[in-house]
């Protein structure tokens, strides 16, 4: 496994606090590229649009609110297509390969990218790194990849690719992108993935190589930052729910039901948080920005009593990341880790259920009656639904107009709702996490929804809001404390 990239940042600055965030451009280190028109502008479908080119100068804006004396925030490259272009149709070979867990949409930015080159550039040559993800690289499984071969594929869930975690070997990678004469690389993956871009991107320059990295980022966790909301997230909210529908169902069908639901969510509790709000079934929600307790006075096994008494069910939603340090107190676990070099984590559901049904066989004040429901992997092996569907098109596109503009070692994503070009190091070793406390007030949303206690104790309050800080001024919305 290589190491996090590197690059020097990219700012430009300018007058009125203007901070521009820039990514690389091919230009960077081979100054003498010709540049052509965009075929679009002969495009029956996007010429017709007056204004369908961007502005070179045309950025995105982080923050969008601001105070009179506060700093004005960062701005990115918006992303769009370029009247000039630093690739012929015909000189373009690119390949697309996918990396990390699956998620709802893989499917449909792979057939995006490829019918948005074939119709949009007049590319012909794309190529799909199959068996699988950065492995893939070094293995001789490719597939040509057509209009026709990804006619349907996003109605399936997964990835036609493959993909794999592990097996990221820098220089075998880029020898392979050499070899094979690879000129535009389209990655799709999460925070691991876009690591691996990032020293595949810093190779590549280093060799002086024609070759534009362009990655769309994939997290069904959401915990990506910057960007507005990872793909394949609406979806796992969505299908989330018919889990929790379940185990309600089945709560309150029997004297004093509980249905505990575990879902995705390592670092943060995104998909916990937003389904618990979109469900309006749930009693209480567990993340893992928001620790607990099990005993004592006002923490998780007296509300569970009290609100057994007062309503004679209740749902329980759990994010996998949620209550680890405690899991690993009474499971006394070996510190595992997946190929990737991810910390496999206890299973905090399963965990949960056992010490739930415990208390209540102890103390014998009450019977219950507990349904474990463990969906995670039925959340991620669904087809994307028509939102994401239609996000996933925008984000394939965006990173064919930004490659073939001769941008490179960049991410796609919307910021505010507009597209923008983002390096790599912004988004690399820091994770989007739900703010429990201070600005973000989804979380105080949920916890007047669920009406269940908030389990902080006033050093948890300090931590969160260090947390917080620390979030902020890794999305570039605070400067870091003196
Ligand atoms: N620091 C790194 N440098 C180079 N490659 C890396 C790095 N971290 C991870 N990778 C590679 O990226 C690929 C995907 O990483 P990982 O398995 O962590 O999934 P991910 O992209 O984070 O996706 P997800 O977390 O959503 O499952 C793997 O092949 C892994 O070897
Ligand atoms: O079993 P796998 O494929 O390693 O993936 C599990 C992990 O992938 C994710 O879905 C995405 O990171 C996590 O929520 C989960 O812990
Ligand atoms: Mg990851």
Partial sequence: MGSEGKTTPKIVRGEGGYVLVDVPHLIDDLPDLPTYPNPLQDN??????????????????????????????????????????????????????????????????????????????????VLGIEVSGYRGFYSSNTTNLTQKSVNDIHKRGGTILCTSRGGHDTLKIVDSIEDRGINQVYIIGGDGTQKGASVIFEEIQRRGLKVAVASIPKMIDNDIVVIDQSFGFDTAVEEAQRAISAAHVEAESIENGIGVVKLMGRYSGFIATYATLASRDVDCCLIPGSPFRLEGKGELLEFIE?????????????????????????????DHQDASGNKLLLDVGLWLSQKIKDHFTRNKKMHINLKYIDPTYMIRAIPRNASDNIYCTLLAHSAIHGAMAGYTGFTVGPVNGRHAYIPFHRITGVQNKVVVTETDRMWARLLSSTNQPSFLSSKDVQDAKKGATDAAVGRGEREAPK
């Fill in 44 to 125: 029956p479908a996007y010429s017709v649009v007056k204004q369908y080119f961007v502005d070179v100068n045309d950025t995105v804006a982080q923050k969008i609110v601001v105070h009179k004396s506060s700093p004005r925030g960062m701005l990115f490259r918006r992303a769009g297509p370029h009247q000039r272009v630093y690739f012929e149709s015909d000189e373009v070979h690119a390949c697309i390969v996918t990396c990390g867990g699956l998620c709802p949409g893989l499917n449909t930015a792979i057939g995006e990218i490829v019918c948005g080159l074939y119709g949009m550039y007049v590319v012909c040559k």
């Fill in 306 to 334: 009290k609100r057994l008494k007062e309503n004679g069910h209740m749902v329980i939603v759990v994010a996998e990341g949620a209550g680890q340090d405690l899991t690993v107190e009474s499971m006394r676990s070996v």
